[in-house]
């Protein structure tokens, strides 16, 4: 089986976390990565590019992760590009569904492996 190389868009506020974030998922051999700091510049990334996932924080600045699912529906009607929404507040990492179809939240602490693991699962079930 040919490796993944999905097209990531990482939509964060700027923080430290977000850097070492893109920093361990380049690690880990995903290096197809585009950082946007805002819902209006994760949109001009959207409009010019074609995206396999978004990874975004429950809340950027502005904004809700929602809202940025309802920007990616309206950019691209028809196709179901999976958001990966991390919150925190959890002491195990784990996914938490959602009823909308290609959108789950993971919790915070980041589990690297676990993280890896989910975004593998997105592009081995399509």
Known sequence: MKPMKPHILLVDDGSFQSFSLMSELKKRGFQHIDYAVSEKSAQEYLNEGKFDLIITCATLQGTRAFDLAQTVALIQPGKI??????????????????????????????????????????????
């Open 81 to 126: 590009i999976p958001i990966l929404q991390l919150t925190s507040g959890r002491k195990n990492p784990k996914l938490l569904p959602l009823p909308s179809p290609g959108f789950q939240r993971l919790s915070r602490p980041i589990d690297f492996n676990f993280l890896e693991k989910t975004i593998k699962q997105f592009f081995s079930n399509n």
